[in-house]
């Protein structure tokens, strides 16, 4: 399992050092939500933000956009230190074209879909992705509780990548900690986000242990 703590629910005022702690405490990867108040009815932090992190953390800076035609900003999220770019096959009429963009810059690319997107929908782009992000919530905010009927589609997909004998990584997003980690893990997810049980929680080196102690049950 890759862990991958969403800074959605950190405290904005202190980002480096709480980005620092998870550091420390074992995770593989930094999840950056960036929502645009259209996509998604919120508004997070863009590429300034992430650039500003960049120098502060060796984690792989794994980029999830949640706005409007992404292909306006990939150079930007590039240019501020992805490592991966994770886009929404709702929110483009040219999803080739994204993935294409986002290659060719050097990172690796993943789909994403929200809970009420059929898995149908990402089948076509599978060989070319990296990672496919099934959306646990429907995205716009932290702290929401999992949908179990998107653990369905998770398992379809993890079905599908094995079938196809291919190496993708099946990311969940939304709701996830602890308690519910071992079904997450059960339909086939690999790479697991976790804002408000790793970064909300009062001791977050003591959450991620906890995520790991499920992981190695
Ligand atoms: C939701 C975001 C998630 C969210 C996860 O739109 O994509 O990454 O921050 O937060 P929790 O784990 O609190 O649901
Ligand atoms: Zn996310």
């Known amino acids: 399992m890759k862990l991958s703590p969403s800074l959605l629910a950190a405290d904005f005022a202190r980002l480096a050092e709480s980005v620092a702690r998870v550091e420390a405490g074992g995770v593989d990867m930094l999840h950056l939500d960036v929502m645009d108040g259209n996509f998604v009815p919120n508004i997070s932090f863009g590429a300034g933000v992430i650039g500003a992190l960049r120098p502060h953390s060796k984690l792989f800076f794994d980029v ?100 196809r004998g291919l190496a993708t990584d099946l990311q969940a997003d939304g709701g996830i900690g602890a308690k519910n980690l071992a079904a997450v893990l059960d339909a086939g997810v690999n790479v697991v986000v976790a804002g408000s049980a790793i970064f909300g929680a009062p001791d977050p080196t003591a959450a991620i242990a906890a995520m790991r102690a499920v992981e190695n049950a």
Do not use: W
């Open 64 to 163: 999830h956009l949640m706005i409007d035609r992404p292909e306006r900003y990939i150079a930007d999220f590039v240019k501020a230190g992805a490592d991966g770019i994770t886009f929404h096959i709702e929110s483009t009429g040219d999803p080739d074209g994204v993935i294409e963009q986002i290659r060719a810059a050097g990172c690796r690319v993943a789909v994403a879909l929200s809970p009420k997107t059929p898995v149908e929908t990402v089948l076509p782009y599978l060989n070319r992705c990296d990672m496919v992000l099934v959306m646990t919530v429907e995205p716009g905010f932290g702290g929401q509780s999992l949908m179990p009927e998107t653990l369905e589609k998770a398992r379809a997909l993890r079905a599908e990548i094995t079938r």
